[in-house]
């Protein structure tokens, strides 16, 4: 499976943005994906992740209440929809998919993953 992310950019703190991530085939409910983000000299934190089979969708303490993960399997598609976004979300934005179904306390870890696509940067400024 390849993943493709677009949809960064530089926002004013307060704003709001959507990335997605294309996937080069069509993935089965049974897929876990995963929104990760790398900001310079952090190591990779998830974000995001929707677990395969039963949905259960988990979210990073520092974005809840903000940011949504969101799919449309008709059209191979996941979305990060983020809103208030604020200068520490600053980071490189990576989606990940797995067609496993890692346990609960491992769905926000990036080892969990199997496929990654390229990173779309984010800039938020004050």
């Known amino acids: 499976v390849q993943l493709q992310a677009s949809g960064g950019g530089s926002v004013q703190a307060g704003d709001s943005l959507r990335l997605s991530c294309a996937a080069s085939?069509?993935?089965?409910?049974?897929?876990?994906m995963g929104w990760f983000r790398q900001a310079p000299g952090k190591e990779r934190e998830g974000v995001a992740a929707r677990r395969g089979g039963d949905n259960k969708i988990v979210y990073a303490d520092s974005v809840k209440g903000r940011f949504a993960i969101s799919r449309d399997n008709a059209k191979n598609m996941v979305y990060l929809q983020m809103n208030a976004l604020k200068p520490e979300d600053t980071a490189l934005y990576y989606c990940a998919t797995t067609s496993g179904n890692p346990i609960y306390s491992n769905i926000l870890r990036p080892n969990a993953y199997t496929y990654w696509g390229q990173g779309t940067l984010v800039t938020v400024s004050s």
């Open positions: 085939r069509r993935m089965s409910g049974s897929y876990s």
